[in-house]
């Protein structure tokens, strides 16, 4: 179906996008603080952020990183992934869950997702892991939407063979599992969030990675700072002048600014509001779509979901039509995610069709409809009733 809707203004922004910032005025007003401030880049905003995830998420550490990507592989590199090794991750995300594991020199491969949750499935994990020639260093479960994956049964199985794990929680600042914070690394060694625009809270891009070890806090703010330090407890020289740092071990720059930060502080004061708006659009949508003939999302009993994202599946033979049908009434409708394995980079590797059938299943049906913060309910009921007619 041709977009003529959209012809010729391709570059702009869909009316009703599937997601959006929201940018309070005191969060431009912490920006220009800053811009008349002495610091632009790492700052004294940068531990005030990563203290407001501290108390968000109840971890005992959390390190700052320009995005979600850096913070998955300083993550990695904490955990000393590197040649030789092998990381799981699923099919199910964004292409960067993946792609951390390969930064380091390592070996990437999938487990398959719940058909439920569309997370990472303890059963196909323990059935692999029982059939794998060569086990993973480490397992990288996705939150997907919001939603933890059932991090109890795999923290349970990864714990029998000795495997460490990283959460990808960059949709689920403000969740909760088990009716503690998403964050908090009881079922983990560490976690990571996103703060890209289209994330609940944002630092324009941004990611953090939380964490109760000192050790692996230690490891990751050297890794996103070149490696280069100036405490004295680091140092193997630590007599010479006040100019001294050393350089101790190989890293990157993976530093947030202190813009971000500051614009990340003052978000995350709004939390709460932003996170309740979701709860309630989700809500919304449970109530207007239970006459069309659409999947709803599921959410599990021991979940509260931040509701990043809100995901129908429809029928495979209609997907197509319906996505293109709303993309032609302005809406900016998505799909999260097309399956990694099946990405030509990845092809290449040696993955194909088949290998993971409940990803597969998901990315033919499923349609990421808008939800954000700033989402009116007359377009709420716009998207609801193009979705009606693109079904009829």
Excluded at 3 to 16: C, S, T
């Amino acid at each position: 179906m041709k977009n003529n809707l959209r012809k010729g203004r391709e570059h702009l922004p869909y009316a009703v996008p599937y997601g959006k910032q929201n940018i309070s005025q005191a969060d431009i007003d912490a920006v220009v603080s800053v811009l008349n401030s002495d610091y632009l880049t790492q700052g004294p905003n940068v531990p005030i952020f990563e203290k407001s995830i501290m108390d968000c998420t109840n971890a005992n550490h959390a390190v700052a990183a320009h995005s979600a990507t850096a913070a998955l592989h300083i993550a990695c590199i904490a955990l000393e992934v590197g040649p030789g090794d092998v990381v799981w991750t699923v099919p199910t995300t964004f292409v960067a869950t993946a792609n951390c594991a390969i930064y380091c020199g390592a070996d990437i491969d999938f487990v398959d997702i719940d058909p439920i949750r569309y997370t990472m499935c303890p059963k196909e994990l323990r059935k692999k892991l029982e059939r794998t020639d060569k086990l993973p260093k480490v397992i990288i479960p996705v939150h997907l939407c919001g939603q933890s994956a059932d991090m109890k049964e795999i923290h349970c199985v990864a714990n029998e063979y000795g495997i460490r794990i990283i959460e990808d929680a960059s949709h689920g600042i403000g969740a909760t599992y088990a009716n503690s914070p998403m964050g908090n690394c009881r079922y983990s060694d560490i976690a990571v969030f996103s703060f890209h625009p289209v994330k609940i809270v944002t630092t324009a891009e941004g990611g953090v990675a939380t964490t109760n070890s000192e050790s692996l806090a230690q490891s990751m703010m050297l890794a996103r700072s070149h490696g280069v330090t100036r405490d004295p407890n680091l140092m193997e020289n630590s007599s010479v002048g006040g100019w001294h740092y050393e350089q101790i071990t190989l890293g990157y720059n993976y530093r947030m600014t202190d813009l971000q930060a500051a614009l990340g502080s003052s978000q995350m004061t709004r939390l709460t509001q932003i996170v309740e708006r979701r709860v309630e659009l989700a809500a919304k949508y449970d109530e207007m779509l239970q006459e069309i003939p659409v999947k709803t999302p599921i959410q599990s009993i021991d979940t509260i979901s931040s509701w990043h994202l809100y995901v129908i599946r429809v029928d495979a033979a209609r997907h197509r039509s319906v996505f293109d049908f709303l993309q032609s009434q302005d809406i900016g409708v998505n799909l999260h995610y097309m399956p990694v394995h099946l990405q030509p980079f990845y092809r290449r590797k040696g993955f194909s069709p088949g290998q993971f059938p409940n990803a597969e299943a998901y990315a033919k049906e499923a349609i990421s409809i808008p939800l954000y913060f700033g989402l009116t309910n007359e377009s709420q009921k716009f998207v609801v009733k193009s979705l009606k007619t693109a079904l009829s």
